[in-house]
């Protein structure tokens, strides 16, 4: 099996190219190949596949063989593989920008890879968000997120506190991600510096993640409900995202409606780096 490897801000994932079929893997498949001590390595694994009417298909699956949900970063690697591969047949020098329609678990997606190698993805609309407490926040990004305001995300157990909200019973069957998130300054943003850091416990991996996609764009949301400021630019908000080592950013329009529970949030994009790591035969 033929596979090429991707990272989005730390995020990284495992691409195979089944437009013919011919990739059928197993749960135990994916846990063998992303398993950092005994296979190739990876927080999820992606096949491209072939839909109509779309560019591809998207299909995800967790280092721990689960499926079925949306994954940010993993949908802006494979942007940036399938535009290598039409570039070329092989990653390498590509003809940006690239722009991309495709499908994923959520529903369609379109993807912009950017002549400096960053992938402008287009996510889902965001509405229904639940407020769990005055600091925490729960919503769907494409896959569900608890997002918990904290005084200093660097200073936070991630794994610890992470896996206790996991898998508290009122997220049970699925779980949840969990996100801990500060803000420079602590009380809000200032002119200066209008950047959140974000942390995240991403469930199906069961660990801490250098970067996650959707979670980014929960907390980044989030943030707006727990009135602090991003970027405003005509009718849109931007916030600029700091993860474990990388800085992406998050623009949505949001049209409010009451409570948090009635406000919606649409034109929502994730902006930020996927670079080509290797080519892996197994």
Sequence with gaps: MEFYKYQGAGNDFLIGDNRDGGLNLSPEDVRRLCDRRYGVGADGLMLLENC???????????????????CGNGGRCIAAYAADMASSGAPSVRERPVHLDFEAPDGPHEAYVLADGTVRLR?????????????????????????????????????????????LPEFAPEGTNVNFVSVPGGDGLSDVSRTIYVRTYEKGVEDETFACGTGIVASAIASYCHSYDGHKHADSVRYEVQAKKDSLAVDFIPQLSGNEANCRFTDVWLTGPAAYVARIIV
């Design 123 to 167: 996510m889902k609309n965001v509405d229904g968000i639940r407020v769990i407490d005055g600091n925490s926040y729960f919503l769907n990004t494409g896959t569900r997120h608890y997002v918990k305001f904290v005084p200093d995300a660097e200073a936070c157990d991630v794994v610890g506190e992470g896996r206790i909200i996991r898998n």
């Design 52 to 70: 109509p009417g779309k560019d591809f298909r998207m299909v995800y699956f967790n280092s721990d063989g689960s499926g079925g949900m949306m």
